[in-house]
């Protein structure tokens, strides 16, 4: 413990007090009190380090330590060093004695009998939540019966059951005021992302209950306190009554799917999101299969922008350099999520390593996207080395950007191995959430019993051209065995695809060889015989395009745009849509307070349409461009 107090003190020396506590919190994974315990470790116990080592003084010891005030801390070392063994309680209790010898006889007593006055004030609180819980939980069945049998029609049928609700609101409301007061901001303004998580609760149960004791609910004046299309599902009346009480989730239909567990078909209402550097879609693709709908995809690259335009016509593109975007706009839309793919460049462990002094780097410029359009989640895609040390203070920067803006922020690691792409690719996901949803969020669930193999992923399209060696080819790569993490493992896989340009470095080109695959080139089409035997015994296939984009999960029905190498870097800097649906089930999931059978979403279509998200179709590859076809053509005329 000393150790690591050491090392946060020397990562002090490049982030602030408040960045330091937030990498340790996001890139640590430590909870909020051990960060800032550690945080202040060395200064205040500077100098009693072999004290407390020789004591074997526990974490929960030094935390108690690190926040006593220095009086408190001293008679508590001095203690440790004679021998007493000192536990939490103790330092409370020398804190308790220390502080009352400072105060004269009647304040004591005064302090004494406010505490007295507060635990009785605390019990009569408790006692009338507890009442108050009862009869909001009663009503709240009683108001969902109703909503139940009246769905569909114009009228209520049932106005006995309509006024004995109205009846039970009225007798609420003071209930409810003399527990949290009468006087709450209006609906729109605690929506708003200022707006405390709890104070934005009690508000809405308030509003709720008026508008029930008003009788403005069913065909009177819906269930909504907010019209707007994002605000019918956060303000749900009886929704938010819930939200205050501990009554269980409703187990009625809602959003026309059966909740008596999880789901595995996604809810008619769909999510919106806005995405900075869309590139060639992966992360739009495997969003919209988890129930999302851009609102915006920006991306300055023409081609990549191109291929969206081709794919999906009805998308919003945006064709422009995300510094230049003012996403305030889609603030009044109430955008449920911000994505982005952003440059790995800066932080790729093949690359310079430049971080925040790379010109590519736009860390900060997702910060900004967030804290201009306010959506409810985000989620930054990156590689491992953003967490290297050296761009320690860049991402403390950034995270210190993220949480001022209001936001819950975890870092999750996903590998395309993990979720049945032949492909090792490890990546970093860098989440966050506002509000109450951030309680909710689980990192998606992994499937290593989905391992999969290059022979079985590329077999078709590595037979296609009559290469009489692709059925050995494809048995030497499901039989290939490595170990990984002392793990003997079956099948190979491809290494991280990406779109780099010239002749591979040695080391690489020996790893794919390995692989049974040549990686000085991309091929324009799939191996022939005749290249086969021009090559002899050591013939390594290349890796054509459409191989590529198989390898990082598109759908062989997914068409790009531009010439061989802009393709070749649209597919190699893409996310993978499976590791964009993963994580965006996850969001979903705690969005919209549902949950999902992970391994039968990810593994079915889940399409709007015959030709949209990550529909299956047994279709022959189209050519990704007409250039290619016709060298295609062109070769095997040659070879005739």
């Known amino acids: 413990m000393l150790k690591v107090a050491a090392e946060v003190e020397a990562l002090k020396e490049h982030l602030t007090p408040r960045e330091t506590n937030d990498f340790l919190q996001s890139a640590c994974g430590l909870?909020?009190?051990?960060?800032?315990?550690?945080?202040?470790?060395?200064?205040a116990l500077k100098g009693s380090e072999e004290r407390l080592r020789d004591a074997r003084v526990q974490f929960a010891v030094m935390k108690a330590l690190v926040s006593a005030d220095e009086q408190t801390r001293v008679e508590a070392l001095w203690k440790i060093g004679a021998g007493a063994r000192v536990d939490v309680r103790d330092v409370s209790a020398i804190r308790k004695r220390l502080r009352d010898a400072r105060l004269a006889p009647e304040h004591v007593l005064a302090q004494s009998?406010?505490?007295?006055?507060?635990?009785?004030?605390?019990?009569?609180?408790?006692?009338?939540?507890?009442?108050?819980?009862?009869?909001?939980?009663?009503?709240?069945?009683?108001?969902?019966?109703?909503?139940?049998?009246?769905?569909?029609?114009?009228?209520?049928?049932?106005?006995?059951?309509?006024?004995?609700?109205?009846?039970e609101a009225r007798n609420l409301v003071p209930l409810f005021d003399s527990a949290f007061g009468s006087s709450h901001r209006p609906v729109a303004e605690l929506l708003a992302s200022s707006t405390e998580p709890e104070e934005r609760r009690i508000g809405l149960v308030h509003h709720s209950l008026l508008k029930f004791?008003?009788?403005?609910?069913?065909?009177?004046?819906?269930?909504?306190l907010d019209r707007s299309r994002a605000g019918i599902r956060r303000t749900d009346i009886i929704e938010c009554l819930r939200a205050s009480t501990s009554a269980p989730r409703s187990r009625m239909v809602r959003s026309?799917?059966?909740?008596?567990?999880?789901?595995?078909?996604?809810?008619?209402?769909?999510l919106t999101?806005?995405?900075?550097?869309?590139?060639?879609?992966?992360?739009?693709?495997?969003?919209?299969?988890a129930g999302f709908d851009p609102a915006a995809l920006v991306e300055k690259d023409k081609n990549a922008a191109a291929t969206l335009?081709?794919?999906?016509?009805?998308?919003?593109?945006?064709?422009?350099?995300v510094r230049t975007v003012d996403f305030t706009r889609f603030r009044k839309q109430?955008?449920?999520?911000?994505?982005?793919?952003l440059p790995c460049h800066p932080y790729s462990e093949d690359g310079k390593g430049l971080g925040k002094y790379d010109p590519r780097d736009l860390l900060m410029e997702g910060a900004r996207a967030v804290a201009e359009a306010k959506p409810w989640a985000f989620?930054?895609?990156?590689?491992?080395?953003?967490?290297?040390?050296?761009?320690?203070?860049?991402?403390?920067?950034?995270?210190?950007?993220?949480?001022?803006?209001?936001y819950t922020v975890d870092v999750c690691r996903l590998n395309t191995e993990d979720y049945g792409l032949a492909q090792e690719r490890e990546r970093l996901l860098i989440v966050g959430m506002r509000g109450e949803a951030a309680g909710a969020f689980r990192k998606p669930p992994r499937f290593p019993e989905w391992r999969t193999n290059l022979g079985d992923a590329l077999g078709d399209l590595m037979a296609a051209n009559g290469w009489k060696g692709a059925e050995e080819w494809i048995r030497a790569r499901r039989e290939h065995v490595t170990e990984k993490n002392g793990v003997r493992l079956r099948g190979a896989l491809a290494s991280t695809i990406v779109g780099r340009k010239g002749i591979p470095r040695e080391k690489e080109r020996l790893r794919w060889a390995e692989k049974g695959i040549s990686i000085a080139g991309v091929a324009n089409a799939a191996p022939t015989q005749d290249q086969a035997d021009a090559a002899g015994e050591r013939f390594l296939p290349s890796l054509t395009l459409r191989m590529r984009a198989r390898l990082q999960g598109f759908p062989d029905w997914w068409e790009f745009a531009g010439g061989k190498e802009p393709v070749a870097m649209q597919i190699g800097n893409a996310v993978p849509p499976v590791i964009a649906q993963a994580m965006g089930l996850a969001i979903h999931s705690a969005l919209e307070e549902v949950e999902f059978e992970m391994g039968t979403m990810l593994r079915s279509p889940n399409c709007k349409d015959d030709t949209s998200a990550l529909c299956r179709i047994s279709l022959d590859p189209p050519p990704l461009q007409q250039e290619l076809a016709h060298a295609a053509e062109t070769q095997a005329c040659s070879s005739r």
């Open 213 to 224: 004791a008003a009788g403005k609910f069913g065909s009177h004046g819906g269930y909504a």
């Open 31 to 43: 909870n909020g009190s051990d960060a800032s315990a550690y945080c202040k470790l060395s200064t």
């Open 334 to 341: 109430r955008i449920d999520l911000v994505v982005g793919g």
């Open 309 to 321: 335009r081709l794919n999906r016509p009805n998308w919003n593109v945006i064709q422009q350099d």
């Open 256 to 270: 026309g799917i059966d909740q008596r567990g999880p789901l595995s078909q996604l809810p008619a209402r769909r």
């Open 113 to 167: 009998r406010m505490r007295r006055m507060k635990t009785a004030a605390r019990k009569r609180a408790s006692e009338l939540i507890a009442s108050l819980d009862d009869r909001m939980a009663a009503f709240i069945s009683l108001a969902e019966g109703f909503r139940f049998k009246a769905a569909g029609k114009d009228r209520e049928q049932d106005f006995d059951g309509f006024e004995k609700i109205r009846a």
């Open 273 to 289: 999101f806005v995405e900075m550097c869309a590139g060639a879609g992966g992360l739009a693709l495997g969003l919209e299969a």
């Open 379 to 406: 989620v930054f895609e990156n590689v491992a080395g953003l967490l290297h040390a050296k761009h320690a203070d860049h991402f403390g920067h950034f995270l210190a950007a993220l949480k001022k803006s209001g």
